[in-house]
């Protein structure tokens, strides 16, 4: 549990796709530590079911449709006097290979996993840059993947959005950061999410060698220095880290957080397996 005398105390934190798995352990997080947390999703159910549990407040919108996050941010501002924190962690789509994604697949693999950070960071920057009343300026906090810096095997359309998000960090970092709005990443890689434990449960099903989804998560992460997936609330971590003051002196930067995965030297797994 966070402490309610916080850096974060009483910032209005907006955290997209807040509804279920990594952004419902943002929501709880800045919650916890005292911040004024507002979930957006286009799912009304588990938006108030999270905002409920933790006393947050939930505003039904697509995040990618300009009119649509216009209105929120407008919302939010309204209520809350402005905008301090963005975390743009709506995604998904995108599961299959390039000759296997259609026209309209692709579009909703872009739409998802890019234009809602897009769109919302478009619409909520002017309430991040600070309103000269001693508001200052925010922070951006946009959730890509590890697939945003690999490619995994059937999976174009979520791997280009992912790796996308790490530009319009960059972009956003590059172009906003002097006038007082700081923009980082968070690569994740293996979350026990739902949307993960369904993809282990497809795993199983196709694979006799997988039992159920325990196992899934095992084979997956099996070589992963850690040897686990992560847990929501530990990227959670990341994110209020970035998402805060304790990072003041960060910005376009790329964390990685994915049990060390990205380290290991895939030619020589192979020997590890052999025992050497």
């Known amino acids: 549990m966070g402490s309610k005398d916080s850096d974060v105390q009483g910032r209005v934190v907006v955290i997209t796709g807040g509804g279920t798995g990594i952004g419902a352990a943002i929501a709880e997080r800045y919650a ?7 979930i957006v999703g286009r799912r009304r159910e588990p938006l108030e079911d999270v905002a409920a549990r933790i ?7 697509d995040a990618s449709d300009g009119a649509s996050a216009r209105a929120a941010v407008a919302e939010v501002v309204e209520r809350f006097g402005g905008i301090d924190v963005l975390v743009a962690n709506a995604g998904g789509h ?10 309209d697949d692709w579009d909703a693999a872009i739409k998802v996993n890019l234009s809602t950070a897009f769109v919302m960071a478009r619409e909520a920057l002017p309430a ?19 697939a945003g810096l690999f490619a995994g095997p059937s999976v174009a359309g979520y791997t280009v959005g992912k790796h996308a998000l790490i530009g319009l960090t960059r972009s956003l970092a590059r172009d906003y950061s002097r006038k007082g709005v700081r923009v980082n990443a968070v690569c ?7 949307m993960a434990d369904a993809e282990m449960d497809e795993f199983a099903s196709h694979a006799p060698e997988i039992a159920d989804r325990a196992a899934g998560y095992a ?15 530990e990227i959670a971590s990341i994110v209020r880290f970035l998402g805060s003051s304790q990072s003041s002196y960060m910005t376009g ?5 994915d049990g060390g995965a990205h380290i290991v030297d895939l030619p020589t797994v192979a020997f590890e397996h052999a025992g050497m």
């Open 128 to 146: 991040l840059l600070g309103d000269g009343n001693g508001r200052s300026g925010g922070e951006i906090v946009v959730v890509s993947s590890l």
């Open 55 to 61: 006393g947050a407040t939930a505003v039904v919108a």
């Open 219 to 233: 084979a997956v992460t099996r070589d992963v220095p850690l040897g686990r997936p992560a847990e929501p609330a």
């Open 188 to 194: 994740p890689g293996w979350v026990r999410t739902p």
């Open 253 to 257: 930067a790329v964390l990685v957080a």
């Open 94 to 103: 995108g599961f299959a290979a390039v000759g296997d994604t259609s026209d």
């Open 32 to 38: 916890d530590d005292g911040a004024t947390v507002v």
